[in-house]
């Protein structure tokens, strides 16, 4: 069997294509650009990558995107005052939180102080009531790219079985939540799953998102089946890769996603399009206020 690779490149030129367009006309209006803050406390390397990666992709849809670089030892306390003081801000219309935190910082320590209008990658708990309720707010990017690049490629998900392999707050349960408003059938796979491979084996499309290389083999996956793979770990050789082994995989599965080159370059994509629209809304709000 031919196995499809489902990049996200078509997909991402398009978004940042409309993005680039609405963030113009917002600058033009407002008299500004629309601004990210990128608040970042880890030395990870798949973190400083993905950083670098969105910064020049801000830089280039006329996003104004500033690094606060707390460091690897700041304390939750810390990142909660820096959050707090970002979300009253007037002038900055988007916030990210860029994980791992230090250790011993959970994200459900921080992530409330996000005001839920600039939680562009929906990580607060009130963004994730919201998503889990159907109401508007921002989804999480990654779990948001997941559906969207199914969707690009024509991948139906209406009736289908998904087992998504992973149930973090940015990823997994989120991702449930969205494939379940496509009314596709979820799994939730976890390290307490019994025999992952049995249920992997019998989903129409499998999502790998657990941030473990090479999880999801072609023994876990049925003849025919979608996999999409969201892991980005560092290998021994320094390189990106992702949960999936995909030599393996392939000849098996009917399509796969690339790491990278799959869903990344449409969660940068999305992130991007949350930020105008965070600062579209902003500029909504003040001019209903005339502030």
Request: charged content about 20%.
């Amino acid at each position: 069997m031919d196995t499809a690779t489902l990049t996200g490149k078509d997909l991402a030129a398009s978004l940042n294509a409309e993005t680039t367009a609405r963030a113009k006309a917002l600058t033009e209006q407002a008299g500004r650009a629309p601004r990210l803050a990128l608040v970042v406390a880890n030395d990870d390397p798949a973190s400083a990558w993905y950083v670098n990666s969105l910064e020049k992709s801000a830089a280039n849809r006329g996003i104004d995107c500033e690094i606060i670089d707390l460091g690897a030892d700041a304390t939750a306390e810390a990142l909660r005052t820096e959050l707090s003081v970002r979300s009253a801000d007037p002038d900055t219309d988007a916030i990210m939180l860029q994980t791992p935190l230090p250790a011993g910082v959970a994200l459900d320590e921080v992530s409330p102080a996000i005001a839920a209008p600039k939680d562009v990658d929906g990580v607060s708990p009130l963004s994730l009531g919201l998503l889990t309720a159907g109401s508007p707010g921002f989804a999480p990017a990654t779990a948001e790219a997941v559906v969207e690049l199914l969707k690009h490629h024509e991948i139906v998900l209406e009736g289908r079985h998904v087992a998504v392999v992973g149930r973090s707050n940015v990823v997994g349960k989120p991702l449930a939540h969205l494939l379940l408003a496509e009314n596709a059938t979820v799994t939730v796979c976890h390290s307490r799953t019994a025999d992952l491979p049995a249920v992997t084996s019998a989903a129409d499309v499998v999502v790998a998102a657990a941030g473990r290389i090479g999880l999801v083999t072609g023994a876990n996956v049925r003849s025919g089946a979608v996999v999409i793979d969201v892991g980005t770990n560092e290998s021994a050789e320094g390189k990106i890769v992702g949960d999936v082994d995909a030599e393996s995989v392939r000849g098996t599965a009917a399509a796969l996603s690339p790491v990278p080159g799959g869903v990344g370059p449409v969660t940068t994509a999305l992130l991007m399009r949350h930020v105008v629209m965070a600062a579209e809304q902003a500029q909504r709000m003040r001019g209903l206020t005339g502030a």
